[in-house]
């Protein structure tokens, strides 16, 4: 009889505590390896020109002596679209290795968006309150970390109150909240196209009573638009575009220059907020090569910072339960992170280490979009007062409304313009190389533009969440 037996025969379980205790934890540990392996496969079958990580270390510490598990990773590809790996060492791994012990805490790792928190895409449908339907397209705007801190007071008839939601705010990343002030530029922009396209004319004045200081918000008004009918109105030919934009942060077809009619397209957009719009493409690849570098290295900053990174995991939703129950932020579906918080070893509770596989895998993986980048487009300002602020964003909705009529996608590259002690440097070298001195000069935007796959779009709250009721 084994010790554990006679142990239980004599009704003392409780002394076996520490040693199942103990194997637990090695349990634990033996599943960290796998999800690793399985994490470094996807990878490669994905990017198989990169070089697979030595897990050795990893899988030795763990007490594994499989000797297929170091080589599973670096014989993954992809079949007809799918990733794929040798089916007998798969089989090992989820069922003989110990990942199919997990497979009832699995349950719900879907990798659908829900429909509920995409269905503001469809539109707004019939609405008796015309300002509720301008609504639907305006929250449809871009909005840094997704957080859409739009508040909508619509008590007074023909007319719509925007103030900041000050529960949703950036203060690690975005101190001075210049990137929020822009997200309610993007909104009022969406919010004035809409009104056209009813033949509505929408004044918009900024800080009714007052603008913010230079270093925070506060609970005044942002913007007050006050709409009539107006028969010389002209509709915009970028509200076609409202429900196609989509933020893609995906690979971009490095083969694929963005053509010049786009350029002079997104140019043009910006009209009449006065700002300068510039870009470089595929014919300057030394120029790319410093935007790269600038983007990867405040990429690299941000995600080893610990109060930055821990600022975006609050904000991240991981799988669809947790993207349908907030409907904002940032999100994950792939199936792995998923599987990883569904059995506790996705902990978003403290920071990964700057060496950490969730770090250097997400470095690898932005620097290789980095480099099928074919473009990069800015907008300077003069000044930086609250109302500038506002206005560049208005811009950039348009140039994304108008790269989205070419195809074109945009990801915004917001890290090395933001104001935190330790983006200095590249906050920096981003200014001197788009000759954009302080403090007369203020980079507002900075993006990376090229053609990508199409994506789904991300989450909204829908109208009802954005308006005061009291």
Not at 277 to 283: N, P, Q, R, S, Y
Request: hydrophobic residues 40%; proline residues 8%; charged residues 20%.
């Amino acid at each position: 009889m084994q010790k554990t037996q006679a142990v239980a025969s004599l009704g003392q379980q409780r002394l076996l505590l520490p040693a199942w205790v103990k194997a637990a934890l090695s349990a634990n540990d033996r599943l960290k390896v796998y999800l690793t392996v399985l994490q470094s496969a996807s990878t490669h079958a994905s990017h198989p020109n990169r070089d697979v990580p030595d897990l050795s270390k990893e899988i030795a510490a763990a007490g594994l002596s499989t000797p297929w598990l170091h080589d599973l990773a670096a014989v993954a590809h992809r079949s007809k679209g799918q990733r794929t790996m040798d089916r007998r060492n798969f089989i090992r791994l989820t069922a003989g290795g110990g990942i199919g012990a997990v497979a009832g805490s699995t349950a719900g790792c879907s990798q659908q968006m829900p429909m509920g928190a995409i269905a503001a895409w469809n539109g707004p449908g019939p609405e008796t309150d015309i300002r509720r339907w301008m609504l639907g397209y305006a929250i449809l705007a871009p909005h840094s970390h997704n957080l859409q801190s739009w508040l909508v007071d619509l008590h007074n008839p023909d007319e719509i109150l925007l103030r900041c939601d000050l529960t949703r705010l950036l203060p690690e990343v975005d101190p001075t909240s210049r990137q929020i002030m822009m997200s309610h530029g993007t909104f009022l922009e969406l919010l004035d196209i809409a009104a056209r396209e009813r033949g509505l004319r929408a004044e918009i004045e900024l800080f009714p009573q007052g603008p913010f200081g230079p270093s925070t918000l506060g609970p005044r008004p942002v913007a007050r638009v006050r709409l009539w009918a107006d028969p010389t109105v002209r509709k915009d030919p970028l509200f076609a575009q409202i429900l196609q934009r989509r933020t893609n942060r995906s690979a971009y077809d490095l083969g694929r220059a963005v053509p010049a009619d786009a350029w002079e397209a997104m140019k043009q957009a910006v009209n009449p907020n006065p700002l300068h719009f510039g870009f470089v493409g595929t014919t300057q690849p030394d120029t790319l090569k410093q935007h790269r570098e600038i983007a990867a290295e405040a990429w690299r900053i941000e995600l080893t910072t610990p109060r930055t990174i821990m600022e975006s995991y609050r904000v991240l939703r991981v799988g669809s339960a947790e993207i349908d129950q907030y409907r904002d932020g940032l999100f994950v579906l792939d199936w792995m992170p998923v599987l990883m918080s569904k059995v506790g070893l996705f902990d978003r509770s403290k920071a990964p280490a700057p060496d950490d596989y969730a770090t250097t895998s997400q470095i690898d993986d932005f620097n290789a979009k980095l480099a099928s980048t074919p473009g990069f487009l800015w907008m300077v300002t003069e000044g930086n007062d609250r109302v500038t602020q506002v206005n560049a964003g208005r811009a950039y909705a348009r140039v994304q409304l108008a790269a989205t009529a070419f195809g074109v996608s945009l990801q915004p590259l917001q890290q090395a313009l933001q104001e935190y002690p330790e983006q200095a440097k590249p906050h920096a070298e981003i200014r001197s190389l788009l000759d954009a001195p302080q403090p007369s000069h203020t980079v507002q935007m900075w993006a990376r533009a090229g053609f990508a796959p199409p994506i789904g779009p991300s989450p909204r709250r829908g109208v009802d969440a954005q308006l005061i009721r009291a």
